[in-house]
């Protein structure tokens, strides 16, 4: 059992920064493949980035890509996203989500989800 929260959210202006948090508790986080996906109310929820349980291998949406930047530090149960020159369109829920072995792209494939955190980019 994996329990996510996400945290990091915000307000920010277009070209801004922010650093999204994923903490887990659960033993078996440290070998669980981490996915963020963001989501506009009355669209799908989207990838934005996955990693895989080391950090070795992580993969990125077109849109995140050269923007984005995910992380993890097993020691302190985290997993961050680093989110620079953000969009307007960029403005979504934000979540954080959990599986064994490799990352997906697909949400439905992902077994443990975070509640969310709120991303608004204004122009």
């Known amino acids: 059992q994996v329990q996510l929260v996400e945290s990091g959210g915000g307000l920010v202006q277009a070209g801004g920064s922010l650093r999204l948090s994923c903490a887990a508790s659960?033993?078996?986080?440290?070998?669980?493949?981490v996915g963020w996906f963001r989501q506009v109310s009355g669209k799908e929820r989207e990838f934005v980035a996955g990693?895989?349980?080391?950090?070795?291998?992580?993969g990125y949406a077109d849109f995140a890509k050269g923007r984005f930047t995910i992380s993890r530090d097993n020691a302190e149960n985290t997993v961050y996203l680093q989110m620079n020159s953000l969009k307007p369109e960029d403005t979504a829920a934000y979540y954080c989500?959990?599986?064994?072995?490799?990352?997906?792209?697909?949400?439905?494939?992902?077994?443990?989800w975070g509640q969310g955190t709120q991303v608004t980019v204004s122009s």
């Open positions: 659960g033993r078996t986080f440290s070998t669980a493949a």
């Open positions: 990693i895989n349980w080391s950090g070795s291998n992580a």
């Open positions: 989500a959990a599986k064994s072995e490799n990352y997906n792209r697909l949400s439905r494939m992902y077994d443990y």
